[in-house]
């Protein structure tokens, strides 16, 4: 069973930096792409940045530039957060994708307020 625990939420201020990371039960690059998504009160999940097995990354139009997916190992997947804004708010989820099938994180709390 794969698991996928998310790390680095919090409550900062806007204009802020945050660092998310993930930890898989097993080596990233046993899947296609990893990812992060978000979901804000009375909205649907979105996309916020992936990383495929090749490197290759691909971002929200709301992040590019603000936001920056790694690897720092066989194992973690990051998030760096800067300049956040209060519509960054959300709960934030790890993915992993193997062809059509995704496993999920169970999500960390980051809130952007003054």
């Known amino acids: 069973q794969v698991q996928l625990v998310e790390s680095g939420g919090g409550l900062v201020q806007p204009g802020g930096s945050l660092r998310l990371s993930c930890a898989a039960s097993?080596?990233?690059?046993?899947?296609?792409?990893m990812g992060w998504y978000r979901q804000a009160p009375g909205k649907e999940r979105e996309l916020v940045a992936t990383?495929?097995?090749?490197?290759?990354t691909n971002y929200a139009d709301s992040v590019k530039g603000r936001f920056t997916i790694s690897r720092d190992s066989t194992n973690t997947v990051n998030l760096q957060m800067n300049s956040l804004k209060p519509e960054d708010t959300a709960v934030y989820y790890c993915?992993?994708?193997?062809?059509?099938?995704?496993?999920w994180g169970q999500g960390t709390q980051v809130t952007v307020s003054s």
């Open positions: 990383i495929n097995v090749g490197g290759v």
């Open positions: 097993e080596s990233i690059f046993s899947f296609n792409a």
């Open positions: 993915n992993a994708r193997l062809l059509r099938v995704h496993y």
